[in-house]
C-alpha cells in the first residue's frame, strides 16, 4: 500500500517536472545563442528574463522579450512546444521570415505582439487557428499579400494593428463582434470600408487606396447620437459633481490683493517683505523667497496683480497671479494652518530646499498671523485631474494619449521619488492626487502641493478630496506614511490607465459599481482574469497597439495599492519599472 502510494506520488512529481522541464527544453533551444544568459541550473519559473509562470509554477505562461537584439528566423519548433503559452512579445526584434505557421499550436495564446521586426510574406490562412487570440499586432513589419478573410473565424479578437506593412487587396468584411480597436494604416489595400468596419475611425485606413466615405453626422468616437447624448448628459453630471467636490470654480477674475488687505488691516502686510538673507523678522509678517533676491516681484506686486481663482479645497483657495509683464505664479492661500509659525517654516524651508525637474518650485512663503501664503510656479497646460477629466465628451476635447500619459506616470514618479529623499529619505507628500500633479512643458509630469497636510488640520476621512487616495491604514490625514503616498500614486496610475475618477466613481454612464473606489473596483475585475475592459477607450481607439504597455502599468498601479503597506514597492523601484515599460 505504501509502496503503491508513493509510486503514485513519484508519478505525479514526474508528470508535473515532466512539462515545465519540457518548457525550459523548448526556451534553451529557442535561445540557442544564449543571448540572454538564463542560467540552466535555475528553474525557468526563477528570474529568467522575460519569463512567467502560471501560479502551480508548472508551465510557462508569458513571454516578453521586446528589444533583445533578435535577428534571423524565429527558431521553428520551439516557442510553439509553450502549449500553455498566453502572452507573446517579441516586438522591437530583428527577425526576418516569414509568420511562423508552427504559432497556431498555441491554442491557448490569448497576446501576440510581433510588431516592428523584419518578417515578410503572406500570413497563413491557418492563423484562424489561434481561437483564442485577443490582441494582434504585426504592425512595422514587410508583410504582403492579402488580409485573410479567415481572421474572422478569431472570435475572440479584440485588438488588431497591422499597420505599416505592404498588404494588398481589399480588407475582408470580418464578424468579429467583440473588436474594438483596428488599425490597418500604410498598407496598400484598396477598395471601400467594409460594412463591419464602418464604427472605426476614419485614421485606421489611411495611407491606403480606400476610397472616403460619405461624410455622416458622426459624433466624435463614432458613437450613434442617441447613445452620445446619454454619455453626454453623464459627462455633465460626472463634471457638475466632479465641480462641487473639486470645487474648480470657472476662473472667476478677483483680486486677492482686496481680499488680504480686508483681512490683514489689523496687520497689514504691505511694505513689510524682506527676503530671505534679511534677518530682520517682524511681526506682521514677511514673505520669503528661495533663491536670495533674484526674484521677479515683491509681496506689493504680488498684491496688486489681478488673480484668478484657479481652485479651492479644504486646504484653502489657489490663485492664478499674473504679475505686470513679468511672470506667472500660483499662489495657495492656506486655511486650518495648525502649527505655530516656527514649525510652518521648518517645513517649508525644507520643502523649498527640494529642487528637482519634476517636483513644482516653491517660490516663496508668507506668514502672518491671518494669513499663510505659498508661491510656486505656473504650468500652462493645468494639472492631470484637469488633462483627464476635463470636457470629457465634449466635442473639443483633446484626448490624452497613451505617449503623454506614460510621460507624465514617469515624471511623477521621479518627481515623488525625489519629495522622499527630502529630510534625510523621511519626508512625505501626504497628498498625492491627480489635480496635484501638473504638466510640463515636455509634457512630464510634476508633483506638487508637497508636504502641507502636516501641517493643516486633519480632514475627517468622508472628505469627498481624499476619497479613494487613501491608503486604507489612514485614518488621520495628518499622519501619512511613505507607504500610503505609494498607495495614492498608486491610484492616480490607475486613473491614468482607466480615466475614471477616484474623487467621484460612482456615476452609473462611465464608471464602476457604487460604493466602490477605483482600487477596488479595478482589483475586483483584475482578480478573475486580466481584461481589458478596464482600461480608458480613449487610448484604446488611438492607433498603436499599447495594451501590452498598459497591462504592465496595470500591474505595477496595483501593487502601489496593495492593501499591506509592507508589500507595496518602494517609490524608487517605482521609477524603475515605469522606466523599464518602454524599452527605446
Ligand atoms: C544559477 O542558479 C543556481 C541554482 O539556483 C545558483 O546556485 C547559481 O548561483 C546561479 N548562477 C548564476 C550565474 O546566477
Ligand atoms: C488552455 O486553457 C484552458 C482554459 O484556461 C485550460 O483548461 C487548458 O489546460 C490550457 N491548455 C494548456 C495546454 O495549458
Ligand atoms: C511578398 O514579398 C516577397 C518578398 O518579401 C515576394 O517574393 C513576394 O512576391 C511578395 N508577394 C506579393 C503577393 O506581393
Ligand atoms: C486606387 O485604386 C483605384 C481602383 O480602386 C485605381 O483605379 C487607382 O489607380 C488607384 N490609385 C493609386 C494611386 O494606386
Ligand atoms: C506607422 O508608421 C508611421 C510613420 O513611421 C508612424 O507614425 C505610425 O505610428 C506607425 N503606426 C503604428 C501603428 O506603429
Redesign the pocket.
Known amino acids: 500500500m505504501q509502496i503503491f502510494f508513493f509510486s503514485l506520488i513519484l508519478c505525479f512529481v514526474l508528470i508535473f517536472s515532466e512539462t515545465i522541464q519540457e518548457d525550459k527544453k523548448a526556451l534553451l533551444d529557442f535561445d540557442s545563442s544564449s543571448l540572454l544568459h538564463w542560467n540552466k541550473s535555475s528553474s525557468v519559473c526563477d528570474h529568467w528574463t522575460g519569463v512567467t509562470c502560471n501560479g502551480n509554477k508548472d508551465r510557462v505562461v508569458s513571454i516578453r522579450l521586446p528589444g533583445i537584439g533578435f535577428n534571423g528566423l524565429i527558431p521553428p519548433f520551439t516557442i510553439s512546444r509553450l502549449s500553455s503559452l498566453k502572452i507573446l512579445s517579441l516586438r522591437k526584434n530583428r527577425f526576418i521570415g516569414e509568420f511562423p505557421s508552427d504559432f497556431i499550436n498555441l491554442k491557448n495564446l490569448t497576446h501576440l505582439y510581433l510588431q516592428h521586426n523584419r518578417l515578410?510574406?503572406?500570413l497563413p490562412t491557418s492563423l484562424s487557428e489561434l481561437k483564442s487570440l485577443k490582441v494582434l499586432d504585426l504592425s512595422n513589419n514587410?508583410f504582403?499579400?492579402?488580409i485573410p478573410s479567415s481572421i474572422s473565424g478569431l472570435t475572440s479578437l479584440k485588438v488588431l494593428i497591422l499597420a505599416n506593412n505592404?498588404f494588398?487587396g481589399e480588407i475582408p468584411d470580418f464578424d468579429l463582434p467583440n473588436l474594438r480597436q483596428i488599425d490597418l494604416s500604410n498598407n496598400k489595400l484598396i477598395g471601400t470600408i467594409p460594412k463591419s468596419l464602418e464604427r472605426f475611425q476614419e485614421s485606421a485606413f489611411s495611407g491606403n487606396n480606400i476610397t472616403e466615405r460619405k461624410k455622416q453626422h458622426k459624433t466624435p468616437f463614432g458613437l450613434s447620437q442617441v447613445a452620445f447624448l446619454l454619455i453626454l448628459a453623464g459627462a455633465c453630471i460626472l463634471g457638475v459633481s466632479g465641480l462641487s467636490c473639486m470645487m474648480i470654480t470657472c476662473f472667476r477674475k478677483a483680486r486677492i490683493s482686496a481680499k488680504l488687505r480686508k483681512r490683514d488691516s489689523s496687520s497689514p502686510p504691505s511694505g513689510n517683505w524682506t527676503s530671505r538673507d534679511d534677518n530682520n523678522v517682524e511681526e506682521g509678517g514677511k514673505i520669503i523667497f528661495f533663491g536670495g533676491r533674484n526674484h521677479s516681484f515683491d509681496l506689493d506686486d504680488l498684491l496688486s496683480s489681478s488673480a484668478e481663482i484657479l481652485g479651492k479645497s479644504a486646504f484653502g483657495t489657489t490663485y492664478k497671479v499674473a504679475i505686470e509683464d513679468m511672470s506667472t505664479v500660483v499662489v495657495k492661500r492656506l486655511k486650518e494652518v495648525v502649527v505655530g509659525r516656527r514649525e510652518f517654516e521648518q517645513q517649508m524651508e525644507i520643502i523649498g530646499m527640494i529642487r528637482h525637474e519634476n517636483v513644482t518650485e516653491l517660490k516663496a512663503y508668507y506668514y502672518s498671523k491671518d494669513d499663510k501664503l505659498a508661491v510656486y510656479s505656473y504650468y500652462t497646460q493645468g494639472n492631470l485631474f484637469e488633462m483627464l477629466h476635463g470636457n470629457r465628451g465634449m466635442y473639443d476635447r483633446v484626448p490624452l494619449d497613451w505617449d503623454a500619459r506614460l510621460r507624465i506616470a514617469t515624471g511623477a514618479a521621479r518627481g515623488l521619488a525625489k519629495v522622499h529623499e527630502a529630510n534625510n529619505g523621511k519626508f512625505i507628500h501626504g497628498n498625492i492626487k491627480s489635480s496635484n500633479i501638473f504638466v510640463d512643458s515636455e509634457c512630464y509630469g510634476c508633483i506638487g502641493d508637497l508636504g502641507l497636510t502636516t501641517i493643516m488640520k486633519s480632514l475627517p476621512q468622508t472628505t469627498c478630496i481624499t476619497t479613494g487616495y487613501h491608503a486604507p491604514e489612514i485614518t488621520d490625514t495628518r499622519r501619512t506614511t511613505q507607504f500610503s503616498d505609494v498607495y495614492s500614486f498608486g491610484v492616480v496610475l490607475l486613473e491614468l490607465l482607466t480615466g475614471k475618477s477616484p474623487v467621484s466613481p460612482a456615476d452609473s454612464v462611465t464608471s464602476p459599481e457604487k460604493n466602490m473606489d477605483l482600487a477596488s473596483w479595478i482589483r475586483s475585475v483584475v482578480v478573475h482574469e486580466w481584461t481589458g475592459e478596464v482600461f480608458d477607450m480613449e487610448i484604446l481607439t488611438q492607433s498603436g497597439g499599447f495594451e501590452e504597455e498598459m497591462v504592465e502599468m496595470l500591474q505595477i498601479g496595483l501593487a502601489c495599492v496593495a492593501i499591506k503597506q509592507q508589500e507595496r514597492p518602494h517609490i524608487t523601484q517605482v521609477v524603475k519599472l515605469i522606466e523599464d515599460i518602454r524599452i527605446n
Do not use: E, H, L, R
Request: no cysteine.
Open positions: 515578410s510574406g503572406p514587410g504582403n499579400g492579402s505592404s494588398t
